[in-house]
C-alpha cells in the first residue's frame, strides 16, 4: 500500500533561520495529490500546501515544497522561520479518485528564539 | 463559513463501555472522513462516507466501531466496548476536493 515517511521527529530551530522537513513515499499509483498539513496544539490539522505536478514550486504562507517524482519526496522548506511556525507538520498523499489520505508520522517544529 | 465541528471534544471511559462521536461537516461537502490519531502518529483512515453511502471501511474494526451518515449531513462514529488500545484523537473531515478537518474527539480508555 501506499507510505509516507518522515524521518524526524523534532526539528528545532533559531528563529530567522532557514528550515527544511523532510518527506518521501511510496505509491504504486500515478493519479496522486501530495499535501503538507500545519496543526497547531489543540487545533485541526489545516492544509499548508498541496501539489501533483511535478518538479513545480508550490508556495504559501512563506513555505514551500517542490514534487520531485524521481526521488519520491516532497520536502517542505522556509528560509526564515518565525515562532510562530512551531507546530506539527504532516505530509500526506492521496488516490485523486478517493481522496482518501495517507499520514506521515508527523515532524514537530520547533523554533527558538 | 462555519468549520467541521465535533463533540465531545473530550470523552474519558473504562475499558468495555461505549461511546459516540459527532461530526457536523462544512454546509455542501458530500464527502466525510473518520480518522484515528494514536499519540505520536499521524492520522489513519478507518472510514469514508460520499453523501449517505459508506465507500471505504476497511480499515475499521467491524466487531466494535460503526459509523453512519444517514441523511448525508452529519455523522456518527460509536465504539461498541473500548479497550485500551482505543485510546487516540478521533478526527472527522469534509471535503469537495480539499479535505477540512474538524478539532477532534480526544478519548482515553483506562
Keep these: 500500500g501506499d507510505s509516507v515517511t518522515q524521518t524526524e521527529g523534532l526539528v528545532t530551530v533559531t528563529e530567522g533561520l532557514p528550515v527544511m522537513l523532510n518527506c518521501t513515499y511510496q505509491t504504486a499509483y500515478s493519479d496522486v495529490a501530495f499535501f503538507w498539513y500545519v496543526q497547531y496544539l489543540n487545533e485541526a490539522p489545516k492544509l499548508l500546501l498541496r501539489s501533483s505536478t511535478d518538479n513545480k514550486r508550490t508556495e504559501h504562507q512563506g513555505f514551500h515544497a517542490t514534487l520531485h517524482k524521481s526521488s519520491s519526496s516532497f520536502h517542505l522548506q522556509k528560509s526564515s522561520v518565525q515562532l510562530s511556525d512551531s507546530a506539527l507538520y504532516y505530509c500526506a498523499l492521496s488516490k485523486t479518485n478517493t481522496g482518501k489520505l495517507t499520514f506521515g508520522d508527523g515532524t514537530v517544529l520547533t523554533v527558538k528564539p | ?110
Design chain 2, 1 to 110: 463559513e462555519a468549520g467541521v465541528t465535533q463533540s465531545p471534544r473530550y470523552a474519558v471511559l473504562q475499558e468495555g463501555q461505549a461511546v459516540s462521536f459527532w461530526c457536523d461537516p462544512i454546509s455542501g461537502h458530500d464527502t466525510l472522513y473518520w480518522y484515528q490519531q494514536p499519540r505520536d502518529q499521524g492520522p489513519q483512515l478507518l472510514v469514508y462516507f460520499r453523501d449517505e453511502a459508506v465507500i471505504d471501511n476497511s480499515q475499521l474494526p467491524s466487531d466494535r466501531f460503526s459509523a453512519v451518515r444517514p441523511k448525508g449531513t452529519n455523522s456518527t462514529l460509536k465504539i461498541q466496548s473500548a479497550k485500551q488500545g482505543d485510546t487516540a484523537t478521533y478526527l472527522c473531515a469534509s471535503s469537495l476536493d480539499t479535505q477540512y478537518f474538524g478539532p477532534g474527539t480526544r478519548l482515553l480508555v483506562l
